[in-house]
């Protein structure tokens, strides 16, 4: 089978862990991975998940293929998923074939960032939208500081953390919103 990365090298059979089969690319190194197989080593292996990840600030070198994939089975468009709000990734879904295109390095990432064991919820909605959620944080964030400046924007934050406690919120919003807080006519 020709590689859907490079579309140089053929895929040739190996593993990416113990008990875990899959394909690689012997030009890129990419690995093609089915979701059966995954599965299969996901639950021979879920207790040895939290002794396996290795949470280190070490930079992983892992390629990133940035064009869209075509799945070598069916011929169909994969779709890419964002691995976390922390790293610019995707790895890529065939859905028609039920396989996982991970790229040179991007297992290591995985199991490096707690998500060897977790790799079908990466392909979910939900787990989607969190990262969407957080993206969108961090740019509000950026943009707050920007705007405001980093030391007034941090004495907005602690305010407006002690106005969401305080049981006149609206009165008080009100109080700090009106040009002239103390005169009965506009």
């Not at 113990?18 to 207790?47: A, M, R």
Request: aromatic share 10%; proline share 3%; glycine share 4%.
């Amino acid at each position: 089978m020709k590689c859907p990365s490079c579309q140089q090298g053929e895929l040739k059979y190996s593993q990416l862990e113990e008990f875990l089969p899959c394909q690689t690319c012997n030009h890129c190194g990419g690995n093609w991975l089915l979701l059966i197989d995954y599965l299969s080593w996901q639950s021979v292996t879920k207790f040895a998940a939290t002794t396996d990840e290795t949470h280190t600030n070490t930079t992983i070198e892992a390629d990133e293929s940035s064009h869209a994939l075509i799945c070598p089975v069916t011929g169909t468009l994969m779709t890419k998923y964002r691995i976390s709000s922390k790293s610019t990734h995707k790895i890529d879904l065939s859905t028609a074939a039920n396989a996982i295109w991970l790229d040179k390095g991007e297992w290591v990432l995985l199991k490096q960032q707690g998500l060897s064991h977790k790799l079908n919820s990466i392909f979910t909605e939900p787990y989607q939208k969190h990262i969407r959620e957080e993206l969108a944080s961090k740019t509000f964030e950026e943009l707050y500081q920007h705007q405001f400046g980093k030391e007034a924007y941090q004495q907005l934050k602690t305010f407006r953390t002690w106005l969401d406690k305080q049981d006149k919120r609206a009165a008080m919003l009100a109080y700090l919103i009106a040009e002239d807080p103390y005169s009965a006519i506009r």
